[in-house]
């Protein structure tokens, strides 16, 4: 096991840890920006209600999610199972469709649209995982075949 990987699961089992402290603080008047929303799943499971923040781009009507664990991730694979959320930005409270992908030459465009708007941050995250400063497209979607997007289509109530 590489270091990367070793400090990847350290940041994952922490965030997880985190994830409902963050949800809490955003619900109880704390401002997650406009970087992040709240997403609530119904867990695959237990069938009980889940919130996770994330950082999410808006697209046309949609907003767009990533998932770094790629289908590991418990929230993809709960909405896998049920693709009924509800998105909260803003103290507004969305339900939407969720429809995944995980196709890795449209994780690629994802990527690609993140970097155009954010390109220190994401620039560190991809370097982070390990992704090289300076990449071809074939390696961008080497390491987009990891990952998963998913779309969240508000609904009409």
């Known amino acids: 096991m590489s270091a990367i990987d070793r400090f990847g699961g350290i940041i994952w089992r922490v965030m997880s ?7 809490r603080r955003f619900r109880s008047g704390g401002k997650p ?11 695959r499971k237990t069938g009980q209600e889940h919130i996770t923040p ?8 949609a907003f767009y999610v990533g ?5 590991r991730a418990d929230w993809f694979r709960n909405i896998l199972v049920n693709p009924n959320v509800v998105v909260e930005i803003e103290g507004n409270k969305i339900p939407a469709h969720a429809d995944a992908i995980t196709e890795p030459e ?3 465009d994802f990527i690609e ?4 708007k ?9 370097r982070l995982e390990g992704l090289p400063s300076s990449y071809s497209r074939e390696e961008l ?6 990952k998963a997007v998913v779309v969240l289509q508000p609904r009409k109530v």
């Open 33 to 43: 920006g406009q970087l992040v929303l709240l997403l609530t799943t119904t867990g």
């Open 141 to 146: 979607e080497h390491f987009a075949s990891q």
């Open 67 to 71: 998932s770094a664990r790629g289908k």
């Open 17 to 23: 840890w985190l994830n409902p402290l963050i949800g």
């Open 113 to 116: 649209l993140r970097l155009k």
């Open 118 to 126: 954010r390109p220190r941050m994401i620039g560190t995250l991809l």
């Open 54 to 61: 994330l950082q999410y781009e808006q697209v046309g009507g």
């Open 106 to 108: 449209k994780i690629a």
